[in-house]
């Protein structure tokens, strides 16, 4: 017995000097949660997924972001910063884009029309002006942006031409390609990403626009084999945000370190960005599909005016009532694109 008591003090006196001789990990000074959007596949989320280690590297532990996909409904994660329920969120412009115009630029049709010319304007002016918009309506400071990879069309059956489109039923996430897709014949279906699998097997809906990277994450081929690039809201753009008040009360240093890291994440976002949609067009093969890219000649068809005319009339129309003269800020879109 006298043994065995001396060998548990033996033992326990060495399990105290190893612990004694760990390195205690420092509790981070300022706790963070962001709220992003499921969107598997795309740099997205690759981006924000990895934003957590960065920001603990660049801190030297004093941040530690939480990213949760869970917390708010995906159309309020820009909502939930402004509001104070989130100190962070990863938001996409075209999801407000019904209530301010300007963060919806990319979904007029014919205007911009890849993602070549997304990066054209947004360097030219537009981050800038997005930028001021976050602050001023949203109270938010906008840290980083981004845009997700190409919109295609996965449906049921081939859409290969302008009159495919008559009556089907197809989900959309903004308000400008609804008006075009009306205007063309079709039945536009307001629909989260994450239900459209289930849709398309119940025949609820024929197709639908999302990222080609998230369709092929989601494996969409496999109920809607047929991938289409119509170009129809060709880029949706995503930002970081943080609440401004919450901005506000970290250290200098710290911002500072911050800031330095998600400007590093947003040249990795765009300088990546074609790395991602080369997969994505693989997965899609890999599945027995293929993306099939409308002609010029087709895209013009369907982005015609008398399908437009809709869509840039209800645009201008919002625009308006918020005091912004529509019609000179595509221009200046125009202008920038040399068009």
Not at 267 to 274: G, L, M, P, V
Not at 299 to 324: H, I, M, N, Q, R
Request: charge should be negative; aromatic fraction near 8%.
């Amino acid at each position: 017995m006298t043994n065995q008591i001396g060998l548990g003090r033996l033992f326990g006196a060495v399990a105290v000097s190893l612990v004694a001789a760990m390195p205690v990990m420092a509790e981070a000074e300022f706790d963070l949660t962001m709220g992003v959007i499921t969107s598997p596949g795309d740099v997205y989320t690759a981006m924000t997924q990895g934003l957590p280690e960065r920001i603990d590297q660049a801190t030297d532990g004093r941040v530690s972001i939480t990213v949760s996909d869970s917390l708010v409904a995906p159309n309020q994660v820009a909502g939930a910063v402004r509001d104070g329920r989130l100190p962070m969120s990863a938001a996409l412009h075209t999801y407000i884009s019904a209530e301010e115009p300007r963060m919806g630029i990319f979904n007029l049709p014919g205007l911009i029309n890849n993602i070549d010319e997304y990066v054209q304007v947004r360097e030219a002016f537009w981050r800038e002006d997005v930028k001021t918009i976050w602050g001023e309506r949203w109270n938010a400071e906008m840290l980083a942006d981004g845009a997700w990879c190409p919109t295609a069309l996965f449906s049921k059956t081939p859409i290969h031409s302008v009159e495919d489109f008559k009556g089907k039923r197809i989900r959309i996430h903004n308000p400008q390609t609804a008006e075009l897709l009306s205007a063309l014949g079709g039945l536009p279906v307001p629909m989260p990403t994450s239900e459209m699998v289930p849709a398309l097997e119940r025949g609820v809906i024929d197709g639908g626009f999302t990222s080609i990277c998230v369709g092929a994450a989601m494996e969409l081929p496999r109920v809607a084999p047929h991938v289409q690039d119509w170009a129809m809201s060709p880029v949706t753009g995503w930002v970081i945000l943080v609440n401004k008040d919450t901005w506000a009360e970290l250290p200098d240093d710290v911002k500072a370190q911050m800031s330095a890291a998600l400007a590093e994440l947003e040249d990795e976002a765009f300088s990546t960005y074609q790395t991602y949609v080369d997969i994505a067009v693989a997965k899609v093969e890999s599945l027995g599909s293929e993306l099939w890219v409308a002609p010029d000649d087709l895209k013009a068809a369907a982005a015609a005016e008398s399908y437009a005319d809709p869509a840039y009339a209800s645009w201008y129309a919002t625009a308006k009532d918020l005091g912004v003269d529509g019609e000179a800020y595509v221009q200046q879109v125009r202008e920038a694109l040399g068009k």
